[in-house]
C-alpha cells in the first residue's frame, strides 16, 4: 500500500468522523422549543371537564349487569 494513499484514506475517515461527531453533539444539545403546537397532556381541570361531559349511548362502558 502506498504511503500516500494511506494518509488519503485517513484523512478522509477523520472528516467523516469529525462530521459525526458535530453531529452528535448538535444531538445533545437537543432542539429549541419553537412555536407550534402544545404537549398532549390534559390539565386537571380539562380532565374533570372530560369526565363529567355526557357521553354517547355507543361509548358508554357496560356494567356487569348489563
Known amino acids: 500500500m502506498d504511503l500516500a494513499k494511506a494518509l488519503a484514506e485517513l484523512r478522509e475517515e477523520r472528516d467523516d468522523i469529525d462530521q459525526a461527531i458535530l453531529s452528535l453533539e448538535r444531538l445533545a444539545k437537543g432542539r429549541p422549543r419553537g ?32
Open 35 to 66: 412555536p407550534g403546537r402544545p404537549p398532549g397532556r390534559m390539565s386537571v381541570p380539562a380532565r374533570k371537564r372530560a369526565a363529567l361531559a355526557p357521553r354517547e349511548s355507543g361509548n358508554r362502558v357496560k356494567t356487569a349487569s348489563e
